[in-house]
């Protein structure tokens, strides 16, 4: 019995390893697809999911109000970061309060050169977790996604963040946004 069951076990193997020898002539090799680079972006956020309910990312791209920010989460290439399983909690600046920045201040953030100052910007506007705008009232500062620090202020019993106000909340499959009136800049080192 010993003898047949090891003789089935090495038809098997046999069979499988001349099946895998035939198929390798039908597959391109790993070297031929590395030779041809993809210019698609690949990832979380490139999948299209019209069933769960929409990730930060997605609230941002759907908002008329913040074309600014996901162009600015575009060119950090910070796409696959906003759809995390999280929670994350992300300040969303409006278009407006990118315009209130100085001028020329978002094209050249915007240029490949300064891609990792970009993104060192747009993780400041992200804190794990998943608060409401009355529980921020309860910290002094928040850690944000590029290990800094942002200042919360209470006042006239709003949360203040990093000087900006809170003008409303939506919550994320994976988080909530908080749309501010201001851009938040990292201090600089």
Known sequence: ?????????????????????????????????????????????????DE???????????SKDHTTLVAAVQAAQLENALVNAGPLMVFAPTNEAFKALPEGTVENLLKPENKEALANILKYHVTPGNYSKDFLKKFKKLGQANNGYVKV????????????KIIASISA?????????????????
């Open 1 to 49: 019995m010993k003898t047949l069951k090891q003789s089935i076990l090495v038809l098997l193997c046999l069979a499988l390893f001349i099946a895998c020898k035939d198929n390798k002539n039908t597959t391109p090799s790993t070297a031929t697809q590395a030779e041809t680079p993809s210019t698609e972006r690949t990832g979380q956020a490139f999948i299209k999911d």
């Open 52 to 62: 769960s309910k929409p990730t930060v990312l997605s609230i941002a791209i759907g």
């Open 153 to 164: 202020e209470v006042v006239d019993g709003e949360p203040i963040i990093g000087g900006a």
């Open 173 to 189: 499959g994976n988080g909530i946004v908080h749309v501010i009136d201001k851009v938040l800049l990292p201090p600089s080192e």
